[in-house]
């Protein structure tokens, strides 16, 4: 595997790769690999000639406060990971060769950017759909693969993609849990044992609402009510319970085939987030 740091070599790289026929994957990182990261590589790995994987800290997708600085960042654990699941470039670009003093353009995908994730985190889809316009002119992936834990961002990414014409394919990847159900972030380092243990609740309710879904109750107000119990008793803080349509990210009146449920709370001082959706009801 080689290491790029610069947006020109990571550009000349691509062309040259695209030159001799070869397809190229992309599996977009903020580094701190877990299992989630090594198994979308690896499923990356597999639909293209060569893997590329970009391990960038994004800076403008942080609002001020939040945990930019303290984000955990192992880069030589990092690299021999992508390595030994089949990338063939490591591309880990310094935020001033991103965004240079005069940097001044935003993309915004607006519409399914304000709820959910976007209420408490204004500006951050802006951040994420600005940096990934940047990797995919860097990159000229066939195809770019992102986890469905983070569902909103996967629909924002989809709706950039279309809008702007690009011809990548992009692919979700189910989410990757822990033995226990908790779904795995690079941000679950942030939590202690008792913070851990409440986290569990997230995976719990999900599955608390599959069961009553599949018992027939299909009202968004009921099983809100119901989640929100589970999550407080635990002593997590709720931020959204919302059932939404998983394309259009609008609230539906009902469950039905195709609804998403999205969930987002603090375990402490850590903000969380977890997802499923219903298919095949009867
Ligand atoms: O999901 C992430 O890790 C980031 O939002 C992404 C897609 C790498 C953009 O910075």
Redesign the pocket.
């Known amino acids: 595997m080689e290491t790029i740091t610069q947006p020109a070599e990571m550009s000349a790289w691509s062309e040259q790769t695209r030159r001799t026929g070869q397809s190229i994957a992309l599996v ?3 580094g701190f690999f877990h299992e989630g990261h090594l198994s979308l590589m690896r499923f990356a790995a597999a639909r293209a000639d060569r893997l590329v994987v ?1 391990l ?1 800290v ?1 800076p403008i ?1 942080f609002a001020p406060g939040e945990d930019l600085e303290r984000y955990p960042r192992a880069r030589e654990r990092d690299a021999a990971l992508a390595a030994a699941n089949g990338a063939d470039i490591l591309f880990c670009p310094e935020p001033a060769a991103m965004y240079p003093r005069d940097f001044r353009t935003t993309v915004t995908v607006a519409g399914i950017s304000e709820g959910l994730c976007g209420r408490s985190r204004p500006g951050h889809f802006a951040g ?1 759909a600005t ?2 316009a940047k990797l995919f002119n860097l990159v000229q992936p066939d195809r770019a693969i ?2 469905e834990k ?1 569902f909103q ?1 996967l629909a924002v990414i989809r709706t950039l993609v279309r809008d702007l014409n690009w011809n990548i394919e992009i692919l979700g990847h189910p989410i990757v849990r822990e033995p226990d159900g908790l779904a795995m972030s690079s941000r679950n380092v942030y939590l202690n044992k008792d913070e851990r243990q409440a986290a569990l609740a997230l995976p719990l309710s999900l599955e608390h609402a599959r069961h009553r879904v599949g018992q027939g109750e299909r009202r968004p107000e009921v099983l809100r009510g119901e989640i929100n119990a589970i999550l407080a008793a635990a002593g997590l803080r709720p931020e959204y319970i919302e059932f939404v349509d998983e394309l259009s990210l609008q609230p539906v009146a009902l469950v039905g085939e195709g609804t998403v449920l999205a969930l987002a709370a603090r375990s402490g001082a850590t903000r969380l987030i977890d997802n499923c959706r219903f298919k095949q009801l009867d």
């Open positions: 977009p990182t903020m970009s960038f994004n997708q994420v940096v990934l992102f986890g983070d961002q």
